[in-house]
């Protein structure tokens, strides 16, 4: 993200659950005026985000969580479009291809190939085999599959062969750039419960 912004490209495209949270990870993206549209299931903790949205600086294609990451999923499988339930009736479903299966309508959703995938893996070999912790699983395999190019930033980088391949969520087929990085973890809504007196 830091290399983008460096980069002064303009008039991006991103797909992502959100944006970021203000000044950081996509939200730099935002600040420097470079992300033309987003695909997003939410607005998020980013005041930037819905401020450029709001005033009509941004373009914003909502997608329901699950179906983002499958329109990912089928882009990098090669598949180049697929019915769903999700979203009929509502703003999700205007514009798109209707269809009934057994009586229930269905909306039909593209597949996304981007032409470049930047994600985040906590540990890959040399050849791009990756690990994700948590909730990292979620979006990013499908999101590395989509990408023409895909760009993984690592926080270990371990000998090729080191990894069982059974703890393996992304094969090193769909990397083409690795790089290891430093990493702060932002959260986005810091709740705590209170000390209860002694």
Not at 37 to 46: A, F
Not at 137 to 160: D, K, L, Q, S, Y
């Amino acid at each position: 993200i830091d290399a983008l912004v460096a980069s002064g490209v303009k008039d991006l495209t991103i797909a992502s659950n959100n944006c970021g949270v203000d000044g950081f990870g996509l939200g730099k993206l935002l600040d420097t005026r470079q992300i033309r549209k987003m695909i997003s299931s939410y607005v998020g903790e980013n005041a930037e985000f819905m401020r450029q949205y709001l005033s009509g600086e941004l373009e914003l294609e909502f997608n329901p969580q699950g179906t983002l990451a499958e329109r990912m999923r089928a882009g990098g499988a090669g598949i180049p479009g697929f019915y769903t339930k999700t979203g009929v009736g509502t703003v999700v479903a205007e514009g798109k291809e209707h269809k009934d299966f057994d009586g229930v309508t269905y909306i039909l959703e593209r597949g996304i190939v981007a032409d470049v995938s930047i994600v985040k893996a906590w540990k890959a070999d040399e050849s791009g085999n990756a690990i994700f912790r948590k909730t990292a699983r979620n979006f990013n395999p499908p999101a590395a599959m989509c990408g023409r190019v895909c760009v993984m930033e690592v926080e270990e980088i371990v000998p090729t062969g080191s990894i069982d391949p059974d703890l393996i969520h992304l094969p090193g087929i769909y990397v083409h750039r690795l790089i290891q990085g430093t990493h702060e973890k932002r959260i986005e809504q810091r709740t705590v419960r209170k000390r209860e007196a002694v």
